[in-house]
């Protein structure tokens, strides 16, 4: 069997029960112009216990289905956010 595939990347959105929103970036060369760009994919990925938080580095790993969009889990998360903003939101109120 193949090898599952692995990304890295920032979590945009937690805002579903148990679903984080992950962005990713690739470098890819154009095959015309042959100059270097940013390429980014939005993958939803499984988050049993909602440890990631918006702003979070973390590690996606490829398994079965969760839902009709859910491909990914949440492998480890690698780096934490300093601040988010949205806590920092709710404590001034």
Same mark, same amino acid.
């Given at each position: ?8 990347? +920032?979590? *945009?959105? /937690?805002?579903? =029960?148990?679903? +984080? +929103?992950?962005?990713? *970036? ?20 499984? /988050? ?8 979070? *580095?973390?590690? +996606? *790993? =490829? ?5 009709? /969009? ?16 949205? =806590? ?6």
């Amino acid at each position: 069997m193949g090898k599952r595939k692995e990304f890295s990347g +920032i979590v *945009v959105s /937690d805002k579903m =029960e148990k679903t +984080i +929103i992950v962005k990713t *970036v690739r470098l890819s060369k154009h095959p015309k112009y042959s100059r270097i760009r940013k390429l980014y994919n939005k993958f939803k990925a499984h /988050d049993e216990k909602k440890e990631a938080k918006v702003g979070d *580095v973390v590690k +996606i *790993v =490829e398994t079965r289905p969760f839902s009709k /969009d859910k491909r990914f889990r949440l492998l480890e998360i690698s780096k934490k956010a300093k601040i988010p903003e949205l =806590e920092l939101k709710d404590k001034h109120k």
